[in-house]
């Protein structure tokens, strides 16, 4: 039982756990991250997850950015993220738990496509993101995790919302069935408006053999819809930049309602003008 309410408890960096905030309680995490692009630079996270019922939980992440964190100067407020995760079941007597999670951006940060010193840091403009997410218990101490992903990407000078087709007055909103046809010109999954979409694809590993120290490790891979190196590309995830990232951390647990997590990841093709280290300190508490 130490592996469900430890090592499953709160995600990775990289990829997304199917643990469940009980109901009418707070999750909250406080996390310094250092990312070294061509420069160091600093980013303050804030997140709390709050559980709906017992198998939905929301919750928000908010960010502060300090650009080139050895020089002086004020904090850029990041972009905003909504999150909203539900548990589907488990299976085998617990062997096998899967559930799905949806992230919606809210851009209050600096425009990646405009804004060139916090690119990497910031994209600043809306973002959808779906993860169906498995877990699987590879003995009582061992957990694996996988998480296949789908980004809905806006498009500089878009609006990524656009396709949807709501007005219940006109014929298109049930031509193009709420905007969700595929085949119907100009809706939510059109072709064209998939192009600046991405997908990746993360599994980590998770052991409590020597609780209450935890040890994890994360592989991350990602790739544009389209391929990348158009003429417009910037050097993002999805657009000039497809990432293969490497991560090792480890979580301690100082009671069952508090624990720190300590991490590292690495780009291992060290993309120019991305991301190419990012070190992680988290304060996590529950109550």
């Not at 930049?241 to 991560?247: C, G, K, R, T, W």
């Not at 991490?263 to 109550?287: C, G, H, P, T």
Request: aromatic residues 16%; charged residues 20%.
């Amino acid at each position: 039982m130490v592996l469900f309410c430890f090592s499953d408890i709160y995600s990775l960096p990289l990829t997304r756990s199917c643990y469940t905030p009980a109901e009418d309680k707070i999750d909250m995490s406080i996390t310094e991250q250092f990312i070294y692009i061509e420069n160091m630079n600093r980013k303050d996270n804030f997140s709390f997850n709050i559980g709906i019922g017992s198998y939905t939980s929301a919750g928000f992440d908010f960010s502060l950015i300090h650009y080139n964190s050895f020089e002086t100067g004020e904090s850029i407020p990041g972009d905003i993220l909504f999150n909203l995760w539900h548990f589907i079941g488990e299976y085998f007597d617990g062997t096998f738990k899967t559930g799905v999670n949806l992230v919606v951006m809210i851009p209050t940060g600096p425009d990646a496509y405009t804004d060139e010193k916090c690119r990497n840091l910031s994209f600043g403009n809306n973002e959808l993101k779906i993860t169906p997410v498995l877990t699987l218990n590879l003995s009582s101490k061992e957990i694996l995790i996988f998480n296949p992903s789908y980004t809905f990407r806006e498009g500089r000078g878009e609006d990524l919302y656009s396709g949807f087709k709501l007005n219940p007055m006109n014929s298109e909103t049930y031509e193009s069935c709420l905007g969700l046809n595929p085949f119907y010109e100009d809706s939510f999954l059109d072709g064209e408006n998939l192009r600046n979409d991405y997908a990746s694809i993360s599994a980590g590993i998770v052991t409590s053999r020597i609780y209450p120290l935890i040890i994890f490790s994360e592989v991350y891979y990602s790739s544009g819809i389209t391929n990348c190196g158009n003429d417009d590309d910037i050097n993002i995830e999805g657009a000039g930049v497809n990432p293969l990232l490497l991560s090792a951390g480890i979580k301690y647990f100082f009671s069952e309602s508090f624990f720190i997590q300590i991490s590292d990841i690495v780009d291992l093709l060290q993309n120019e003008e991305y991301i190419k280290n990012r070190a992680e300190f988290s304060l996590n508490i529950f109550f």
